[in-house]
């Protein structure tokens, strides 16, 4: 199931990626598959399920892109472009699929992970984290809606 979550994700997210980017999605299975466990233990449509997956994606690319900037030249320049585009590009999918709120809740996670990165100390676990409390929050205010 989660596997055939991260191939619809990675489907729906080379379809709204522009191919003129040249941007290859090289996530291996396994970088992603905590996520899609993640998702799947909460009651979400496999719609949005294949959309938050396909926007984490996108910040994982986004955080390998930056991550590897090292040397010089015409390399260092495509990383940098590749990661900022994809940042940039996650918030266009936030926007564009209405998840606002969790374009709010990640904004300063993502931050604290460039900051810890430029200072050496990579956090990358913090998006899991971060994606977590998002998924628990926005479930206990389901909850609680439902109830009233």
Not at 17 to 24: A, R
Request: proline share 3%.
């Amino acid at each position: 199931m989660n596997i055939k979550l991260f191939h619809e994700a990675i489907h729906l997210l080379q379809g709204e990626l522009s191919p003129e980017t040249g941007i290859i999605l090289d996530l291996k299975e396994e970088d992603v598959l905590p996520m899609a466990d993640l998702l799947v233990r909460y009651d979400l449509s496999s719609d949005r399920q294949s959309r938050l997956l396909s926007i984490y994606i996108a910040i994982k690319l986004a955080l390998l892109r930056h991550s590897s900037c090292e040397g010089s030249g015409e390399y260092l320049t495509r990383q940098v472009l590749d990661g900022d585009y994809l940042y940039s590009f996650y918030v266009q999918l936030c926007l564009q699929w209405e998840e606002y709120e969790l374009l709010s809740h990640l904004a300063p996670i993502i931050k604290q992970i460039q900051i810890k990165a430029i200072e050496g100390t990579p956090e990358e676990e913090r998006l899991l984290k971060g994606w977590e409390l998002f998924l628990q929050l926005e479930n206990t205010h389901s909850r609680a809606s439902q109830a009233i």
